[in-house]
C-alpha cells in the first residue's frame, strides 16, 4: 500500500502539482536510521532498491473492527510482511520481490533494541530480526542474505489500509474460484469484486484459501498491489489535489522512512517516472528450496533456492527486467490450476472412430498433459461426457471442467493423480483455458497488467 502510495506521490509529482505539496506531505513521514553505523555494505549495483516491511498495527483498530474482521490477538511487534522495491535506472521498470516472513536467516551480530545485550550471529525466522534489532538489523540481515545494497527504507504500520481503500473509492479483484478463509472472514464468489477496506484487508491476510499458506497470501498480496496501482493510476486520484490529499493523509501518518528518502527525491523520481503505470511493474517471490525446514529453537521455516535466488538477486543487481516475456492478448478462460499441471487419459465412450485421439489431441494442444494413448471405454453408450477424478484433486479437475463445458465431473476415491475423460456423443471442442496466475520463466515473475481483471 505504502509503496503504492509513494509511487502515487511520484506521478503527482511527474504531473506539476508542485513541491509545496509534496514538502508538506513529507512533513508527516516519521524518520529513522537503519543505516547507522553499518560497515561492509554490498556494493552499489545499478537503479535504486528500497526495503518495504510492514508491521502488524492491530492494536490501533478499533474493538468493532477487530471483531467484524477477526483481528484478534495481541500484536507481534515483527515484520508482517517484507519486500524489495527495485526501482530501474531508467525509472521505466518497478520489480518487486517478496520475502518470505518464515525465511530462514542468520542475523549478524548485534545489540538487542530492547535489552542492550550483544548477540552472536544466530538463526532467526526473518520477520524476527525486526523484533530483536529494529530496522537496522533487519536491513543488515536482508543485505546479507541477498547482497543486494539497500538504498531507502520504508516501514509501514497496516491501521491505516482499510481507510485508505476507503479513500480510494475501492480496488477490484477478479479470482477463477471462490475464495473462504474462516480465520480472516474472507468469502467470496468466484467473479469479479470492488473490495472496500475491511474485505481487501481480509483478502491480503488470507493464509488457509488453499494449500499454498504464506507463499499464497505474498502473490494475493502482490495481484492486490497491482490493482492497486491500476486503481491509482486510472481513476483520476492522482490528479485530484484534494482526494490525493485525503488519500495520502490516511497512508502517510503510518509511516517511517531514511532521512534521505523525502521531498527531493520522490520529485526527481517523478519527473523520470512519467509514463508509469501496472504494466511497468513486475512481482515475484524468491525461490524456496525446502519447505517446512525445522530449526530448533525456531520452528519450521522455509529455506531459499540457492542458486535460483543469487540468479534473481543477480538480475536485480544488475538491472534487468525479470518477467522477460509476456502474455498475448488471450480471450482463454482463466482456470486455477494450470493445464501443464494435469495428468489426463482420454476414453471413448461412443462408437464413433478415432473421437478419443480428436480429444486427446484438443486437449494436449491446449496444455494438458495427456498421455497421448487414448483408449476406447468398456461403455459405447455415454451421451455426456464424463471426467473421473480423484477428490484429491478437484482443483485440476474443475480446471479440466472448464476445457470441456457441459462436462459431468464424477469424484472416484482413489483413482489418483491422472484424471480421466470419458468422450461422450456431446463433445463439440476443447475450450482454451489458462491459469489464473500466468506466472513464469525461471524466477516465476508477472507483470502487473498480466494479474488483473481481463
Given at each position: 500500500?505504502?509503496?503504492?502510495?509513494?509511487?502515487?506521490?511520484?506521478?503527482?509529482?511527474?504531473?506539476?502539482i508542485?513541491?509545496?505539496v509534496?514538502?508538506?506531505?513529507?512533513?508527516?513521514?516519521?524518520?529513522?536510521?537503519?543505516?547507522?553505523?553499518?560497515?561492509?555494505?554490498?556494493?552499489?549495483?545499478?537503479?535504486?532498491?528500497?526495503?518495504?516491511?510492514?508491521t502488524?498495527?492491530?492494536?490501533?483498530?478499533?474493538?468493532?473492527?477487530?471483531?467484524?474482521?477477526?483481528?484478534?490477538?495481541?500484536?507481534?511487534?515483527?515484520?508482517?510482511?517484507?519486500?524489495?522495491?527495485?526501482?530501474?535506472?531508467?525509472?521505466?521498470?518497478?520489480t518487486?520481490?517478496?520475502?518470505?516472513?518464515d525465511?530462514?536467516?542468520?542475523?549478524?551480530?548485534?545489540?538487542?533494541?530492547?535489552?542492550?545485550?550483544?548477540?552472536?550471529?544466530?538463526?532467526?525466522?526473518?520477520?524476527?530480526?525486526?523484533a530483536?534489532?529494529?530496522?537496522?538489523?533487519?536491513?543488515?540481515?536482508?543485505?546479507?542474505?541477498?547482497?543486494?545494497?539497500?538504498?531507502?527504507?520504508?516501514?509501514?504500520?497496516?491501521?491505516?489500509?482499510?481507510?485508505?481503500?476507503?479513500v480510494?473509492?475501492?480496488?477490484?479483484?477478479?479470482?477463477?474460484?471462490?475464495?473462504?478463509?474462516?480465520?480472516?472472514g474472507?468469502?467470496?464468489?468466484?467473479?469479479?469484486?470492488?473490495?472496500?477496506?475491511?474485505?481487501?484487508?481480509?483478502?491480503?491476510?488470507?493464509?488457509?484459501?488453499?494449500?499454498?499458506?504464506?507463499?499464497?497470501?505474498?502473490?494475493?498480496?502482490?495481484?492486490?498491489?497491482?490493482?492497486?496501482?491500476?486503481?491509482?493510476?486510472?481513476?483520476?486520484?492522482?490528479?485530484?489535489?484534494?482526494?490525493f490529499?485525503?488519500?495520502?493523509?490516511?497512508?502517510?501518518?503510518?509511516?517511517?522512512?531514511?532521512?534521505?528518502?523525502?521531498?527531493?527525491?520522490?520529485?526527481?523520481?517523478?519527473?523520470?517516472?512519467?509514463?508509469?503505470?501496472?504494466?511497468?511493474?513486475?512481482?515475484?517471490?524468491v525461490?524456496?528450496?525446502?519447505?517446512?525446514?525445522?530449526?530448533?529453537?525456531?520452528?519450521?521455516?522455509?529455506?531459499?533456492?540457492?542458486?535460483?535466488?543469487?540468479?534473481?538477486?543477480?538480475?536485480?543487481?544488475?538491472?534487468?527486467?525479470?518477467?522477460?516475456?509476456?502474455?498475448?492478448?488471450s480471450?482463454?478462460?482463466?482456470?486455477?490450476?494450470?493445464?501443464?499441471?494435469i495428468?489426463?487419459?482420454?476414453?471413448?465412450?461412443?462408437?464413433?472412430?478415432?473421437?478419443?485421439?480428436?480429444?486427446?489431441?484438443?486437449?494436449?494442444?491446449?496444455?494438458?498433459?495427456?498421455?497421448?494413448?487414448?483408449?476406447?471405454?468398456?461403455?459405447?453408450?455415454?451421451?455426456?461426457?464424463?471426467?473421473?477424478?480423484?477428490?484429491?484433486?478437484?482443483?485440476?479437475?474443475?480446471?479440466?471442467?472448464?476445457?470441456?463445458?457441459?462436462?459431468?465431473?464424477?469424484?472416484?476415491?482413489?483413482?489418483?493423480p491422472?484424471?480421466?475423460?470419458?468422450?461422450?456423443?456431446?463433445?463439440?471442442?476443447?475450450?482454451?483455458?489458462?491459469?489464473?496466475?500466468?506466472?513464469?520463466?525461471?524466477?516465476?515473475?508477472?507483470?502487473?497488467?498480466?494479474?488483473?481483471?481481463?
Amino acid at each position: 500500500m505504502r509503496a503504492v502510495t509513494t509511487l502515487s506521490v511520484v506521478v503527482l509529482a511527474s504531473a506539476g502539482i508542485g513541491h509545496s505539496v509534496i514538502a508538506s506531505l513529507d512533513a508527516d513521514i516519521a524518520r529513522v536510521d537503519p543505516f547507522k553505523d553499518m560497515k561492509n555494505r554490498p556494493q552499489a549495483g545499478h537503479g535504486m532498491n528500497i526495503l518495504l516491511v510492514g508491521t502488524d498495527g492491530r492494536d490501533k483498530i478499533t474493538e468493532a473492527e477487530r471483531q467484524m474482521y477477526r483481528l484478534g490477538g495481541a500484536p507481534c511487534h515483527c515484520t508482517d510482511t517484507i519486500m524489495i522495491v527495485h526501482i530501474s535506472e531508467d525509472r521505466e521498470r518497478a520489480t518487486v520481490v517478496s520475502l518470505p516472513r518464515d525465511s530462514y536467516a542468520e542475523v549478524p551480530p548485534h545489540s538487542d533494541q530492547s535489552t542492550g545485550r550483544q548477540h552472536q550471529g544466530h538463526p532467526i525466522k526473518l520477520n524476527a530480526a525486526y523484533a530483536e534489532g529494529g530496522p537496522q538489523l533487519t536491513v543488515r540481515t536482508i543485505e546479507s542474505m541477498t547482497h543486494v545494497k539497500i538504498d531507502h527504507y520504508l516501514e509501514v504500520d497496516f491501521t491505516s489500509f482499510m481507510k485508505t481503500v476507503d479513500v480510494l473509492g475501492g480496488v477490484k479483484i477478479c479470482t477463477a474460484q471462490p475464495m473462504k478463509d474462516s480465520y480472516t472472514g474472507l468469502d467470496l464468489p468466484a467473479g469479479s469484486h470492488t473490495l472496500m477496506g475491511g474485505q481487501a484487508l481480509q483478502y491480503v491476510r488470507s493464509r488457509h484459501v488453499d494449500g499454498a499458506s504464506d507463499l499464497g497470501r505474498m502473490q494475493r498480496q502482490q495481484r492486490f498491489l497491482a490493482a492497486l496501482v491500476d486503481r491509482a493510476t486510472s481513476s483520476g486520484v492522482l490528479l485530484n489535489p484534494i482526494r490525493f490529499r485525503d488519500v495520502t493523509r490516511a497512508v502517510l501518518g503510518s509511516v517511517r522512512a531514511d532521512k534521505g528518502f523525502g521531498a527531493d527525491e520522490l520529485l526527481n523520481l517523478g519527473r523520470a517516472m512519467r509514463g508509469f503505470s501496472p504494466s511497468s511493474s513486475e512481482f515475484t517471490t524468491v525461490p524456496i528450496g525446502r519447505m517446512g525446514y525445522a530449526v530448533k529453537g525456531i520452528g519450521s521455516t522455509l529455506k531459499w533456492d540457492p542458486a535460483k535466488s543469487e540468479r534473481l538477486f543477480q538480475s536485480l543487481r544488475d538491472d534487468k527486467p525479470l518477467a522477460t516475456h509476456r502474455h498475448p492478448v488471450s480471450t482463454a478462460a482463466r482456470v486455477e490450476v494450470a493445464p501443464q499441471q494435469i495428468q489426463v487419459q482420454v476414453e471413448n465412450g461412443t462408437v464413433t472412430a478415432g473421437l478419443g485421439r480428436r480429444v486427446d489431441a484438443a486437449l494436449a494442444a491446449t496444455g494438458f498433459r495427456t498421455t497421448r494413448r487414448p483408449v476406447n471405454a468398456i461403455d459405447h453408450t455415454v451421451e455426456r461426457t464424463v471426467i473421473a477424478y480423484d477428490p484429491r484433486w478437484d482443483r485440476s479437475a474443475k480446471s479440466l471442467a472448464t476445457a470441456l463445458p457441459g462436462s459431468e465431473l464424477r469424484a472416484v476415491q482413489g483413482q489418483g493423480p491422472v484424471l480421466k475423460v470419458i468422450a461422450g456423443s456431446d463433445f463439440r471442442e476443447v475450450r482454451k483455458v489458462r491459469a489464473e496466475d500466468p506466472r513464469q520463466g525461471q524466477f516465476g515473475a508477472v507483470r502487473g497488467d498480466e494479474v488483473g481483471c481481463a
